[in-house]
């Protein structure tokens, strides 16, 4: 991969002026500065990390892999770069997906517009001038009419709240912060906290490498096959002559991919019927189990059979009953936390050693020099410590910092009880401020890259109606923000996520709002409400010009 640049900071006095402020080079961030560029428009990127790549930068932890088919979780936006890049597998791993970020960096040359090493410490909005104004940790300042917060719904990794980490006398790892060394754990003694997406990955992997492993368990996932295969050159040829369908099929479904979707209910096929579909499923692999029936998510009852087939499953993998049913979940819905696909999961507790540390029987008390202190008074005794807890998660990234809009109010004053916005990308009261993957549209529950350039381009299109009519500015109005806002809840109601304390549900952070704010009713849908709006004369949106405001004055 090319080096980041922009290491050394700015020691200019005075203000860099540019058209866009683009903050996170993750795959939105990537597009964004592309589409803004290709505009015309003036960019200047910033960020954290020390080149492109967003949270697979970050994410270099053994085993680390996309959890969607790799030809989804890719760009669109560029006939060239599907003809040009090949797969080699149907889930991409970390190494060969930042392979494949910096060949689309490289092949449109967006490294220059970027700023690495650099945080932006304050976003605000100047209202007579009518721009934002951005500050960095390296003493940058950035001014520009449009500022755009690309910064994912997973960038701000969470430490577990456990008493006595600073004492650990062995070596202490954050799975979201993985070092960019080769890390050598054979014959170590390892501790896992966090059994979630990331930490089912690092289990996998790790179990049979090192002396033991001690997977300390707080709420077990329901993770199915991944059944990853290479691809092959003559597959990737027939991928690459029908891109055009499979991108129009991926843009009009609810999960903004082509993986299998049924308008099927549950109980309208017989027991025999829906036992053979589900085990077709498992075969088939992937997240396939999820698009089996429609109704998944809505009826408990069918949830209920669906999570005990997959209980079946785990108890057939694992031959250990007690650790089989230590593993098995139970008290919420199956795919109300986020779904997982494994490689050999299960079959890695088989391991003579690889051990299950069930914490809702013996909590952690605390982390002691040699290793974890249960509540029992037991001491699992580590070399090793890795913490997979995982992120404050969708709001995490636009109150890490002060964003600030008109009279002073910060996003993080605006969202005390929770994310509110305008079609998931604009907010009131902060003029030309724009989110991609926002909290308040399908952010977590579909492809990210169809989101992504989904709004960036829906953004795109307001910025060039804006240049048409001499627009200065533009926000919703209090009403279409709660109008929206009224939606979502209204389809949270009815989604048994809510019945799941997940970061889906601000759940893991402590004294953070909880509620399902994200749009449940999937991205076609999602599409369909941003399109309307445009179409409508971008109704909802108020617009202010610099020529008024001169009369006024």
């Avoid at 997940?502 to 399109?531: I, Q, S």
Wanted: glycine share 10%; hydrophobic share 40%; proline share 6%.
């Amino acid at each position: 991969m090319t080096a980041g640049q922009g290491g050394t900071p700015s020691k200019s006095t005075s203000p860099t002026r540019c058209d866009v402020i683009v903050v996170g080079g993750g795959f939105g961030g990537m597009y964004a500065i592309y589409k803004f560029r290709e505009m015309g428009l003036s960019v200047q990127g910033i960020e954290a990390g020390g080149d492109l790549g967003g949270v697979w930068y970050w994410n270099r932890y053994p085993g680390a892999r996309v959890d969607l088919p790799s030809i989804d979780y890719s760009y669109s936006f560029s006939p060239e770069i599907e003809q040009e890049w090949n797969w080699s597998e149907q889930f991409a791993a970390q190494p060969e997906l930042l392979r494949y970020i910096d060949f689309v960096a490289t092949r449109l040359d967006l490294r220059k517009h970027y700023r690495f090493n650099t945080r932006v410490t304050r976003a605000a909005w100047d209202e007579a001038r009518q721009l934002w104004t951005a500050t960095t940790d390296r003493g940058d300042v950035l001014e520009a009419p449009f500022c755009i917060m690309a910064t994912g719904p997973l960038s701000v990794p969470k430490e577990p709240e456990i008493a006595g980490l600073s004492r650990f006398k062995g070596r202490l790892m954050h799975a979201a912060r993985w070092p960019h060394e080769p890390v050598d754990l054979s014959g170590q003694r390892v501790g896992v906290i966090g059994t979630g997406s990331t930490g089912l990955q690092i289990v996998q992997e790790l179990g049979p490498k090192v002396g033991e492993l001690f997977v300390l368990q707080r709420t077990p996932s329901f993770t199915m096959p991944m059944r990853n295969v290479p691809l092959t050159p003559e597959y990737m040829a027939e991928v690459k002559r029908h891109y055009a369908g499979i991108r129009e099929a991926a843009r009009n479904s609810a999960v903004g991919g082509t993986r299998p979707q049924s308008t099927r209910a549950f109980f309208s096929v017989t027991p025999e019927q829906r036992r053979s579909l589900l085990e077709d499923a498992w075969k088939q692999g992937g997240l396939a189990m999820l698009g089996t029936f429609s109704d998944l998510m809505v009826n408990e009852e069918a949830n209920e059979v669906v999570a005990e087939f997959v209980r079946e499953k785990i108890g057939e993998v694992v031959k250990d009953p007690a650790t089989a049913e230590k593993l098995k979940p139970r008290g919420y819905p199956i795919f109300a936390r986020r779904p997982c696909i494994d490689t050999s999961y299960y079959e890695t507790y088989n391991l003579p050693n690889v051990h299950l540390v069930d914490l809702q029987a013996d909590p952690i008390a605390e982390v002691v020099e040699q290793g974890v202190r249960l509540a029992s008074g037991k001491v699992v005794e580590l070399d090793v410590l890795i913490l997979a807890t995982g992120y404050d998660g969708l709001t995490g990234a636009l109150t890490a910092f002060d964003v600030v809009g008109r009279d002073g109010r910060t996003v993080t004053q605006k969202w005390k009880d929770g994310p509110r916005s305008y079609l998931a990308m604009m907010m009131e009261g902060f003029p030309n401020l724009f989110a991609t993957t926002g909290p308040n549209g399908p952010a977590a529950l579909a492809n990210i890259i169809r989101i992504s350039e989904h709004d960036v381009d829906w953004i795109a299109a307001l910025i060039v109606h804006m240049q048409k009519t001499g627009a200065s500015s533009v926000e919703p109005t209090a009403q279409a923000e709660a109008e929206w806002m009224d939606i979502i809840a209204g389809l949270a109601r009815r989604s048994l996520i809510n019945k799941a304390k997940t970061w889906w549900v601000g759940a893991n952070v402590k004294d953070k709002p909880t509620g399902l704010t994200m749009y449940t009713g999937g991205f076609a849908k999602y599409r369909e409400h941003c399109a309307a709006a445009a179409a409508d004369g971008y109704r909802g949106l108020v617009f202010a010009r610099r020529v008024e405001k001169a009369r006024a004055a």
